[in-house]
């Protein structure tokens, strides 16, 4: 099997060129290698390596500043992958890719379905829901999975910033009207390894690949939090949740899951 791999060096792109090579040939690209921005450079990157399982890893992922970059983003995270979803269809390539819970307003109390109605908050989401419905209408053989608060041992994440703030600070005060699923990058990525290898159910539809819950995936473990809360160094920053900038939801209820789109 021959994978095309996009972003190898961020957070995902990182464990997946780990997670994928035992699973056959693997060409793993970069910015420098492959630029998402230039359409030209993917189509001729996927037609020369001609693969058969095309995995999209890179993303325009700066959520704040997506809204002031919005053609940026819908560039990465629309137009390219609309340009992706149609090479893997006509390689007759399996295109996974990956979305987030950022395509949801987050105002659902439960855990979110595949088959709840997106309504995307901000450029970001928007911009990454744009690129699920370019895959979607292009209709060739693929996995979109969508995931959450992902992190890694590298890159820039939520985790590793409490870490460094833990480190320089007593005291840390920190949003706490955000609800959300921490994923780990490496659990993303031996999931994905493990759906090649079992070469995906044939057939559309849609299915879940639950996780284990994280440590903060539930409002039950957020009420934990908030009783251990006079013990620990990180208290809830005492904010008007009204002040918050639109484009941020206030709840992020994901559920530690991995909702998973195909068609196969
Ligand atoms: N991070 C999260 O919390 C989260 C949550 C849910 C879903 N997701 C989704 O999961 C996927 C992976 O996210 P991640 O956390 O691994 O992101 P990341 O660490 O920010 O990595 C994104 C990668 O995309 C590359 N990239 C950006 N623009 C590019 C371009 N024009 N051409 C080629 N490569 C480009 C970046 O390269 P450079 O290093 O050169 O910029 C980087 O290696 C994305 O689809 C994201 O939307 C992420």
Redesign the pocket.
């Known amino acids: 099997m021959r994978i095309l791999l ?8 990182w464990e997946l060129a780990r997670a994928l090579a035992p699973l056959g040939e693997l060409i793993a690209s ?2 420098s290698s ?4 230039v359409p030209d450079q993917i189509v001729s990157a996927v037609r020369s390596v001609r693969p058969d399982v095309l995995v999209n ?5 700066a959520v704040d500043q997506a809204e002031t970059e919005q053609d940026a983003a819908q560039a ?2 629309a137009v ?1 992958v609309a340009v992706l979803a149609e090479e893997a269809k006509r390689a007759r390539a399996l295109f996974v890719h ?4 950022y395509v949801f307003d987050g105002i659902k109390d439960t855990a979110y379905l595949e088959e709840d109605l997106p309504n995307p908050l901000n450029a970001y989401g928007r911009s ?1 829901l744009a690129g699920e419905q370019a895959i979607r209408s292009i209709d060739g053989h693929y996995l979109i999975l969508r ?4 992190y890694a041992a590298r ?3 939520f985790l590793l910033t409490i870490r460094r703030m833990l480190r320089e600070k007593q005291e840390l005060h920190v949003v706490s009207d955000q609800i959300g699923a921490p ?1 780990s ?1 490496q659990a993303l990525a031996h999931a994905s390894a493990e759906l090649l290898r079992r070469h995906t159910p044939a057939g559309s539809g849609a299915s879940a690949l639950r996780f284990r819950r994280g440590r903060f995936a539930s409002k039950r473990a957020m009420r934990g939090c908030a009783e251990a809360e006079d013990a620990s160094p990180i208290k809830p920053w005492g904010i008007d949740i009204t002040s918050l900038p639109m484009h941020r939801s206030r709840s992020r209820a994901a559920g530690a899951r991995v909702l998973m789109l195909s068609h196969a």
């Not at 492959?34 to 921005?37: N, P």
């Not at 990956?98 to 819970?101: A, E, N, P």
């Not at 995931?147 to 992902?150: A, D, K, L, P």
């Open positions: 996009t972003g190898k060096n961020g957070q995902l792109g970069d910015r492959l630029d998402l921005a890893a890179a993303a325009y992922t990465i995270n390219a990956y979305s987030t819970d990454k995931s959450s608060w992902v890159g820039k994440n994923t990058a």
